[in-house]
């Protein structure tokens, strides 16, 4: 493949909810282009985009896939992505790659929880986007209403470029069109409402406009490039893609509307932090300095080979070269280029400006930056949603722990929105996603391609003791006799509230030698080690201040882990006594849903000790509720979600503090720490 011209290359990406079809549309395209023999199919198992098992098997999509087609001498380069909620993060990943993102609505479900997220997230970050109505067939659909919502909830910008005719078997081109007979709306209105939405990006075009009447379209279809870019003109245009009808208008639309990488969204490199840092434009000049951003990562379930794609944001890439990652002095040899579709690879020579290639087996990660020469720099990505769901997960076999964390790894890697850790605090092994669904996917990839079988639980939530009150002259002895020699250490210590956030302090207030010198740090030393255990229901101690104020030393049988014991018993004895108190985690809570069901979600958090902050109307029929919630009633919230809402909502959620737990609560929180304790006695 030559490399091509930067404005002989369109970058889409297919996004919507489950159920559009955005794998339908990207087959269609596939056949339609001749690079298939035969149009695949997700329901039989035939689809070349979702060609790993684990999708065949679901029957939906569970990753971005690239691919890429030509069509009248253009290169379309292509996502198709996941519509389910949960696994968004590879669909907003690799709208970082592209000038406009395809937003796909099903005619017969209509505009769903991620069709409205995704065209949010595509608008917020800058690019341009069309409207794809899919499955006009569907026995339920009603086209006049899914434009009518189309356009209340994305705006009036929204117009068709085509409209579906003789029971949706045809379609008529509105842009040329200015009569005809169509199955919804008026051809001739939707001709002239398109027209004057176009040369309103134009003054020019404008005043010809007014003055005649009419606009040539050798200078109309390129106006209509610039109101797309900017978001002023949204296409709208009508497809069935299993029967192929509307593929060929639509693959002509991306190649006349969407914008080339020159004309589209351009993307800046920044150097540095805060008021020092400095932003340069990256330029679409093949003969500048190469700088590409890797958008995905992805792994091929037969042979495992890891492939990172990136785009050419500015300048040429050849084959057999060396790419620097941002911030690293050795870089990588590139070795062959490749361009991906679904699972299959073809080698390339060069990859320029604005093009999206493939690097085989080199250590990247979504959102590195890439250089041809070592350098800095990043460059701006969506934001991707907090991964708030959580797991903790023990393996079935003990031989199987360092397995899991390659397994872990890899996934982490392909997929922007899925993290792992070991809790400091717990031990625990805590993986964590966007949804139950997305979890349960991970379990049976895990299964499926490393043969490891593993149990979840809820993890721990991290809470914390400390006290609120204070006490003095608090005393422990520690004595053993066995014999030989013996252990001895007394102590008398003070304990009081250190301020939220200072953390633990220990001040040696002894006078003279009632403790030999060298035990007083041991003393420390044991009540570090306690704090760590917790006191009052296994969680650890934070704020205190302990001073060690007396004690006596025995001039044989003393020793460091005497102290160290007396240390722990006396830290125990004394917290006990100054009221102890848990503390809790509280995130901020977003939560986006449609207005009627506003009621139901405050009532709903109202209960989960939730305390709302504010609710924001949204256009479309929107409403984000703010709200501060402890994190223990919120850590299933996803599932919790769906069932107010019918899974038309969405939500965000951050760690914002910590604060006290109520007496009632912190009362059941100590009692299941007893019995959990007593059971494994």
Known sequence: MA????????????????GAGMTSLGEAILHKAGVTNRLGSVDDGTSMLDYDEESKERKQSLDSTFFYVEHNDTLINAFDTPGTPDYCGT??????????????????????????????????????????INRIDADNANLEDIVTAVREMFGNGCHPINLPAEGGKKLVNVLDAEAGASDILDVGQCHTELIESVVETDDELMETYMDSGEIAPEKLKPAIVQAVASGHVIPILFTNARDEVGIAEL???????????????????????????????????????????VIKITTDPRSNIKYSLARVFQGTLRGESQ????????????????????????????????????????????????????????????????????????????????????????????????????????????????????????????????????????????????????????????????????QFARVFIDMEPNERGAGYEFIDKIFGGAIDQAYRPSVDKGIRAQMKKGVLAGYPVVDVKVYLVDGKTHPVDSKDIAFQIAGRQVFKKAFMQCKPILMEPIVNLEVTAPTEYMGDITRDLAGKRGQILGQDMLPGNQVMIRASVPLAEVANYASQLKSVTGGQGSYSMEFDRYDVVPPNVQQQIVAAAKKDEEEEE
């Open 91 to 132: 669909a907003i990943a690799a709208l970082a790659g592209v000038e406009t993102a395809v937003v796909v609505v099903s005619a017969g479900s209509g505009i769903s929880v991620n069709t409205r997220r995704m065209f949010n997230i595509a608008r917020d970050h800058g690019l341009a986007r069309m409207i794809v």
């Open 323 to 486: 790419v620097f990652i941002a911030g690293d002095r050795k870089g990588q040899r590139t070795g062959h280029l490749l361009k991906l579709c679904g699972d299959q690879h073809t080698e390339i020579e060069a990859a320029g400006v604005g093009d999206i290639v493939a690097f085989a087996k080199l250590d990247m990660h979504v959102g590195d930056v890439l250089f041809d020469k070592a350098g800095e720099g990043t460059i701006d990505m969506p934001r991707l949603p907090t991964p708030m769901y959580a797991l903790a997960i023990e393996p079935k076999a003990r031989g199987d722990v360092e397995k899991i964390g390659g397994a872990l790894q890899r996934f982490a890697e392909e997929d922007p929105c899925f993290k792992y850790e070991r809790d400091p605090e717990t031990g625990e092994l805590v993986m964590q996603g966007l949804g139950d669904l997305h979890l349960t996917v991970i379990r049976s990839k895990m299964k499926r391609y490393f043969k490891l079988e593993v149990d979840t639980k809820p993890p721990k939530i991290p809470y914390r003791e400390t006290i609120s009150s204070s006490v003095k002259y608090v005393e422990y002895t520690h004595k053993k006799q066995t014999g030989g020699a013996g």
């Open 3 to 18: 490399v091509k011209d930067v404005n002989a290359i369109r970058n889409v990406a297919f996004v919507g909810h489950s």
């Open 251 to 293: 693959l002509d639309a991306i190649v006349l509307y969407a914008p080339s990488p020159a004309a589209g969204k351009q993307r800046v490199l920044k150097v540095g932090t805060g008021d020092e840092a400095t932003e340069t434009q990256l330029s679409a000049d093949p003969g500048a300095d190469f700088v590409g951003q």
